[in-house]
C-alpha cells in the first residue's frame, strides 16, 4: 500500500483543534508548560509544534521544542521532543 506524498505546510495560526490534539498528546508530562507559536503539517498525520517551553525547575534550560505528533485514527501520539537552541 502506497502513502499518498504531501507537502509540508508551515503556518503560524493554529486551529483550536490542533490545540487540543497537542495537549492529549502531552498529557501526562508534568513540569512543562508548550505555549504553540507554529505548526508544520502534512496535513493528514504528522504534526510538528514549535513550542515556547515554560518550565518549573530552573536547572531545565529548554527554552524552543520541537513537538512531533503523528495521528493516527484520531489519536495523536507523541513520537518526540526536542529541544532547539
Known amino acids: 500500500m502506497l502513502k499518498e506524498n504531501r507537502k509540508m505546510e508551515i503556518r ?3 486551529s483550536i483543534e490542533e490545540k487540543v490534539m497537542l495537549n492529549d498528546a502531552l498529557d501526562g508530562i ?3 508548560k508548550f505555549d504553540p507559536i ?3 503539517t502534512n496535513g493528514v498525520e ?3 509544534f514549535i513550542c515556547k ?3 518549573i ?5 529548554m527554552k524552543i521544542a520541537k513537538v512531533h505528533i503523528r495521528v493516527s485514527n484520531n489519536n495523536p501520539q507523541l513520537l518526540r521532543i526536542e529541544g532547539i537552541e
Request: net charge positive; glycine share 4%.
Open 12 to 14: 503560524s495560526e493554529i
Open 30 to 32: 508534568n513540569g512543562f
Open 38 to 40: 507554529t505548526v508544520i
Open 46 to 48: 504528522d504534526y510538528y
Open 53 to 55: 517551553v515554560k518550565v
Open 57 to 61: 525547575i530552573k536547572s531545565l534550560r
